[in-house]
């Protein structure tokens, strides 16, 4: 199954933002991580906060100025379960297909320029035909000298096991029938 388009829409949270119930307390959650400044600042035990059926579908990423792209710090192990790849320490530009890399590189972008919660929404078409929507969570996150430069991601985790998992339950089932064949 492979990604062959996808359109975005951003959207900074609000109180009136139509979101989960475990999507808004992962807002709270960080919005208590601030602790009165704008953005709090990344530590890896933060994950332990948020709820745990969201973790092992998030992805962390940083923006490494010299290497001119963002680095997965972090990539959660039900997502190297179902897409059967672990992004972790890789750099966002070997993520497949390209214009997946793309449009992630392009909310990645925006959520730390805008420094704020960042609900996105994008309809992606698959490689058979049929489409999906995809709803993430991206929460902006400063390095130890304040710069704003790691965003944590976090999916809708049942549309994310019906998105995944049953397209490479189809994927590996068509694979198989056309070895068998």
Same mark, same amino acid.
């Given at each position: &199954?492979?990604?062959?388009?996808?359109?975005?829409?951003?959207?900074?949270?609000?109180?009136?933002? +139509?979101?989960?119930?475990?999507?808004?307390?992962?807002?709270?959650?960080?919005?208590?991580?601030?602790?009165?400044?704008?953005?709090?600042?990344?530590?890896?035990?933060?994950?332990?906060?948020?709820?745990?059926?969201?973790?092992?579908?998030?992805?962390?990423?940083?923006?490494? +100025?010299?290497?001119?792209?963002?680095?997965?710090?972090?990539?959660?192990?039900?997502?190297? $379960?179902? &897409?059967?790849?672990?992004?972790?320490?890789? +750099?966002?530009?070997?993520?497949? +297909?390209?214009?997946?890399?793309?449009?992630?590189?392009? =909310?990645?972008?925006?959520?730390?320029?805008?420094?704020?919660?960042?609900?996105?929404?994008? =309809?992606?078409?698959?490689?058979?035909?049929?489409?999906?929507?995809?709803?993430?969570?991206?929460?902006?996150?400063?390095?130890?000298?304040?710069?704003?430069?790691?965003?944590?991601?976090?999916? $809708?985790?049942?549309?994310?096991?019906?998105?995944?998992?049953?397209?490479?339950?189809?994927?590996?089932?068509?694979?198989?029938?056309?070895?068998?064949?």
């Amino acid at each position: &199954m492979k990604i062959l388009n996808a359109s975005k829409n951003c959207a900074v949270i609000t109180p009136q933002t +139509p979101i989960t119930g475990l999507f808004r307390r992962s807002v709270e959650i960080w919005e208590g991580l601030c602790d009165g400044a704008d953005v709090p600042v990344w530590q890896v035990d933060h994950l332990l906060m948020f709820p745990a059926r969201l973790v092992p579908y998030a992805n962390v990423t940083r923006w490494e +100025p010299g290497a001119g792209d963002y680095r997965f710090l972090f990539w959660g192990s039900g997502r190297t $379960d179902m &897409m059967k790849f672990d992004y972790t320490s890789q +750099p966002l530009k070997s993520l497949e +297909p390209a214009v997946y890399a793309d449009l992630v590189r392009t =909310e990645l972008n925006e959520v730390l320029a805008l420094a704020k919660p960042v609900k996105s929404s994008a =309809e992606v078409l698959l490689s058979d035909g049929t489409s999906t929507q995809v709803d993430k969570v991206r929460l902006p996150f400063a390095d130890e000298t304040g710069t704003v430069n790691t965003v944590l991601s976090i999916d $809708d985790v049942k549309q994310f096991l019906n998105r995944y998992y049953l397209s490479w339950v189809r994927a590996d089932k068509n694979e198989k029938e056309s070895a068998e064949g």
